[in-house]
């Protein structure tokens, strides 16, 4: 499970992009937590690989003209084979 660190801001809203390294998104979540399982939007398994992720939070501050903080990464996903034959 793909989740943040607790941090000591008030989160407003997540909103999770993953693509692969094509570039295809292949996920995307929205709401005031981040819980990814490694599953794309239709709930299939996404494959062992690397992806691209854009996290867009905007935090509840008295200045709501504040831009979103934009965050950007890579995530590897790692699966273990279940039988090897």
């Not at 008030?10 to 005031?32: C, D, M, S």
């Not at 995530?75 to 279940?82: A, D, F, G, L, P």
Request: a positive charge.
């Amino acid at each position: 499970m793909f989740t943040p660190l607790k941090c000591p801001r008030f989160v407003e809203q997540i909103h999770f992009v993953v693509y692969t390294r094509w570039g295809a998104k292949v996920y995307e979540g929205t709401g005031p937590t981040l819980s990814w399982d490694g599953r794309g939007s239709d709930g299939s398994v996404l494959p062992t690989g690397l992806y691209y992720y854009q996290a867009t939070v905007s935090f509840a501050v008295l200045d709501r003209n504040a831009p979103p903080l934009v965050l950007k990464s890579w995530v590897q996903i790692i699966r273990e084979e279940t039988s090897l034959r």
